[in-house]
């Protein structure tokens, strides 16, 4: 009889400056104070057999001019080191900002993971990934299903639902278990899609056994599904965002033990952006709120349009009172940056996903 095996799964890690935290944010802290941003929970993380994450930042020293659209969401290549004491196996980097630094820059982060012994998942040449414990032999692939934002041509694996089934039933067959990481959705939008449900359905007939998904920066609902489990966002679990609702995070601890089940261990991202385990109350209060998140249908696509503009226009007022009570705490030059980005930037509400991909 094979042994269990342990997942450990969190959402996004954004390792450099958020474009309204240029020069306060996760990378500009963590390098001026040396802070380990996976403090909190790298002993949680050490017991699971596999570590997964979403990556969303290249981790890359050259840069154009110190210039702000060449430093934001731009982690430092020294973060792989954060990465590796906190036990990251496996990390997806299959998402709409991981090429906004250009092609080469994503091949240096994909080769600097691979050199410091991370699986890459999301790059078609690198694609499934087939991990071995205990016997059990584990399959990953990831998918971008959001539209490309920065490149003429995406390199990374943003493909059809025809190319996703196609991939999990040729993959299933050599694995015991099969986990496909998804960035999919809309951003700040608590609920997925009924397109998101009937999709990650399709995938679990056709053999997934896990679902991980990611991308709205806030958590969704758990759904077990036949012989599967679906996560529809992870929320952030490295990040500068400010708002309450993007600094509560989660790790999935999926214990695979001839089927899979799963542990929820609510956290919180605090002011030095370290994801911090909830405690007490917080605790029960955090559970709760994924519990009725789950217990949620998808949202027909009309009801889910009206939420996402809700959802957006929500969280920029907070960033815009962010901003207004923390100014003076900017380097002068970054916040004039700053201000003419937000300036160009606030009248467009981001597209929704209409459910092609």
Known sequence: MKDKVVIAAVGDIMAGDHQLYWGVGVKSLTEEKEIFVFKYVEKILSEADVVFGNLETVLSNCVKNHCYD???????????????????????????????????????????????????????????????????????????????????KAIYSKESEEKLLSDIIKTKEQVDYLAISLHWGDEYVSLPSSWQVGLAHKLVDSGASIILGH???????????????????????????????????????????????????????????????????????????IKKLSNLPGLPQEEYKKLVKNSVIRFRREYRRFLMKNWYKYPIKNLIAIFYDFTLRRLKIPGINQGTI
């Open 215 to 289: 991308h709205p920066h806030v958590l969704q609902g758990i759904e077990s599904y036949k012989q599967g489990v679906i996560v529809y966002s992870l929320g952030n679990f490295v990040s500068d965002m400010c708002q309450k609702q993007a600094k509560e995070t989660m790790i999935l601890k999926l214990i695979l033990d001839g089927g899979v089940s799963y542990e929820i261990i609510p956290c919180k991202i605090n002011n030095n952006f370290q994801p911090t385990p909830f405690k007490g109350e917080e605790k029960k209060q955090s559970l709760n709120t």
């Open 70 to 152: 060449s430093l934001i969401f731009r982690g430092n290549s020294n973060f792989v080191e954060q990465l590796k004491k906190a036990h990251f196996n496996i990390l997806n980097i299959a998402n709409n900002h991981i090429q906004q630094h250009g092609q080469q820059q994503l091949l240096n982060t994909i080769n600097l993971l691979r050199r410091n012994e991370i699986n890459v998942i999301g790059i078609n040449n690198l694609q499934p990934q087939v991990m071995v414990f205990k016997d059990i032999k584990l399959g990953f692939l990831g998918y971008s299903l959001r539209p490309e934002q920065y490149a003429n």
